[in-house]
């Protein structure tokens, strides 16, 4: 079990298909709306078997493409998940 995993159910994010990477605090933004926020690093990954379109077993996986997602919440420092996402390509 990582220590991450309470993480995500601290969040409300029920998903066992995310696996957070580390978390940090990082400076964003420029000038006088530069503030800190905590940052997850997580990666969303899961096993397809079959296209969800077509039906044959030809999927590869293609990349990642990250997100940034933020999560509302009552705390001073905001939080922010960067989430990268698994893309599959279908060769049929």
């Not at 159910?9 to 420029?30: M, T």
């Not at 990250?66 to 990268?84: C, D, K, S, Y």
Request: glycine share 6%; net charge positive.
């Amino acid at each position: 079990m990582s220590q991450y995993d309470p993480t995500l159910s601290v969040l409300g994010i029920p998903d066992h298909n995310i696996k957070v990477a580390f978390v940090c605090h990082e400076y964003r933004g420029n000038g006088v709306r530069r503030r800190q926020y905590h940052v997850i690093d997580a990666e969303l990954t899961y096993r397809l078997t079959r296209c969800p379109l077509c039906g044959f077993e030809a999927l590869h996986p293609n990349r990642f493409y990250t997100t940034h997602v933020r999560v509302l919440n009552g705390v001073e420092m905001p939080t922010v998940i960067a989430l990268h996402k698994q893309r599959w390509r279908c060769h049929s």
